[in-house]
């Protein structure tokens, strides 16, 4: 990290100094002469961010692949093709940082789709919209990227304080009034229990614990914690936030430690991942928070779903369908804009009351969230099923 903060200092210095050399030397201005001319040649540059090689960065892949393949052959926007760049950000903010060098040095790209962690999506936000790029994130939830007064930065998924607040809301409705809580140490995680815990306030829920772990670790590590809170403590329930597969390792393990106890988690755990590790494909106790509607009956989503079960086979997954409708959100904007300028897409994206692409319907606000309705999954049978109350 602190490798990082010296690369995004440099970096920041050198843009000051540029700046103070020239008032008309504007990045922002520049992008957009470029991507007009650019768009004078009937194309639309777009990045798009992820770590290729993983299993997310698949699913994210292949979606995105699919609203591409659907929005060229239906003659793309503004009389343009639109194309898609890519650049692997590794997941870490240090190799994000690189990236986004990259990605703002060809000033002919409009916006960018990512990025899929939080830590990385704060760090590079100021960096797009200084040299005037949209960058619209299906998957970083962290509260605080849309509330740093940057209006080119915007989120197609609902933030960290809604997915607690829904999970309290499952506490509540359970009786569960006595909640563990358990977290990777990173922002994102810290951020989410914080929510979770805040928000177990409004509601009379106790956290009689809240315990942090580290990316590395020995699973001795997790047997301790649920020796301790087996044997000393008195809970209803238990809330996580992490990554799978080390989350899930955690769940098989307290399974087996003799934790019968609800364990509750958000968006990250709807996943294969999270039966295929331990005991898991047993589990019929473990909720998450999910903004994914397997079932919903809306044209779009459907139409999104039958077309990439035959594309490829599978069905789609909640990443997939993020980066499906990020990209056909954000060129519908393009096209009711009229324009490929930051601030254009920006207003064109707010200014629409209802989204509904796939992931829909939800409308931006002005600093660039969507409000949605969430759902509760529960574990049963080797899948998540939509819990009905």
Known sequence: MKKSILIFAA???????????????????????????????HKIKIAITGQWSTTNGEWISKGADLALEEINAEGGVLGAQVKLLRFDDNNKVSSGAEIAAKIVDDEQICAVLGHYSSSVSLFNSPIYHYYGLLMLTPFSTNSTLTKQGLPYILRNIPNNEAFAKNAVNLCDRKGWKRVMALYLNN?????????????????????????????????????????KWKTKQSFDAIFIAGFLPQAAEIVSLFRSEGITQPI??????????????????DENNFYCISNYDVDNTNAAFVDFKNNFKEKYDVEPNWEALGSYDALKVLVKAIGNAGSVKAKDITAALKKKEVWDEGAGPYHFNETGEIEKKLLVKKAEGGVFKTVNE
């Open 11 to 41: 970096f920041f210095s050198s843009i000051i100094t540029l700046a103070s050399c020239s008032q008309n030397d504007n990045p922002a201005h520049r992008r957009e002469a470029a991507t007009e001319r650019l768009l004078k040649k």
């Open 187 to 227: 922002s994102y995680c810290r951020e989410l229990i914080d929510a979770f815990e805040q928000n177990c306030g409004t509601r009379a829920i106790i956290v009689p614990e809240r315990i942090g772990y580290e990316e590395v670790y020995n699973l001795s590590d997790y047997t301790e914690i649920a020796s």
């Open 264 to 281: 509750i988690g958000s968006i990250d755990f709807e996943s294969d991942v999270f039966f295929s590790v331990g005991i898991n494909k």
